[in-house]
């Protein structure tokens, strides 16, 4: 399997995941309650699985692959990657506010909620754009200047990091995460 293919089987979780936290925030805005529990599973899938285990390997494998062809993408490419790493710090920081809201929610704070209505608006908002970008601009300008070996050395190097962070087991967590996250948020 070719590296982009994984990353785009990749967005597929986050994406369901981006569909979940619209409900979320559709449910804040009607005032209605969410459990402790199901805003801790979606604040762990966005800190571990979207940042640790699918960003890392965009910027500690795939954009440093890409540096060997920096000349053959263009400035709008690589301001593109600055934008998108930027954005992968973002996403880390709401998912972080969440948490900080999350736990004044749970203290009984009045405007926790609008904290964590705040956040996940954001997230939502910024994830949406930053998947079209990467998807429709950044991949495929990626994928035309990569050579087979190329591809097959990077897609190993993807499953190298994986081990590290706990190979299939890790996934099919993860996964498990939100088929349990789909049921509670109906």
């Given at each position: 399997?070719?590296?982009?293919?994984?990353l785009?089987?990749?967005?597929?979780?986050?994406?369901?995941?981006?569909?979940?936290?619209?409900?979320?925030?559709?449910?804040?805005?009607?005032?209605k309650?969410?459990?402790?529990?199901?805003?801790?599973?979606?604040?762990?899938?966005?800190?571990?699985?979207?940042?640790?285990?699918?960003?890392?390997?965009?910027?500690?494998?795939?954009?440093?692959?890409?540096?060997?062809?920096?000349?053959?993408?263009?400035?709008?490419?690589?301001?593109?990657?600055?934008?998108?790493?930027?954005?992968?710090?973002?996403g880390?920081?709401?998912a972080?506010?969440?948490?900080?809201?999350?736990?004044?929610?749970?203290?009984?704070s009045t405007?926790?909620?609008?904290?964590?209505?705040?956040?996940?608006?954001?997230?939502?908002d910024?994830?949406?754009?930053?998947?079209?970008?990467?998807?429709?601009?950044?991949?495929?300008?990626?994928?035309?200047?990569?050579?087979?070996?190329?591809?097959?050395?990077?897609?190993?190097?993807?499953?190298?990091?994986?081990?590290?962070?706990?190979?299939?087991?890790?996934?099919?967590?993860?996964?498990k995460?939100?088929?349990?996250?789909?049921?509670?948020?109906?």
């Amino acid at each position: 399997m070719y590296p982009i293919q994984i990353l785009l089987d990749e967005h597929k979780l986050v994406e369901r995941v981006i569909k979940l936290v619209e409900k979320v925030r559709s449910k804040l805005k009607k005032k209605k309650e969410i459990s402790a529990p199901t805003f801790w599973k979606l604040v762990e899938f966005i800190q571990s699985y979207a940042d640790v285990i699918h960003h890392s390997k965009e910027e500690d494998i795939l954009f440093m692959h890409m540096r060997e062809h920096e000349a053959e993408l263009s400035e709008k490419v690589w301001d593109q990657i600055g934008v998108l790493i930027d954005e992968h710090i973002q996403g880390l920081d709401l998912a972080n506010e969440m948490h900080k809201a999350i736990r004044e929610y749970q203290r009984g704070s009045t405007s926790a909620r609008k904290r964590i209505l705040r956040a996940v608006t954001n997230y939502v908002d910024m994830m949406k754009a930053h998947f079209k970008a990467e998807e429709d601009d950044v991949f495929p300008a990626m994928v035309k200047v990569l050579s087979k070996a190329e591809k097959d050395n990077m897609a190993a190097d993807f499953k190298r990091f994986d081990k590290l962070v706990g190979g299939a087991a890790a996934h099919r967590r993860y996964e498990k995460i939100v088929l349990e996250l789909e049921k509670e948020l109906r």
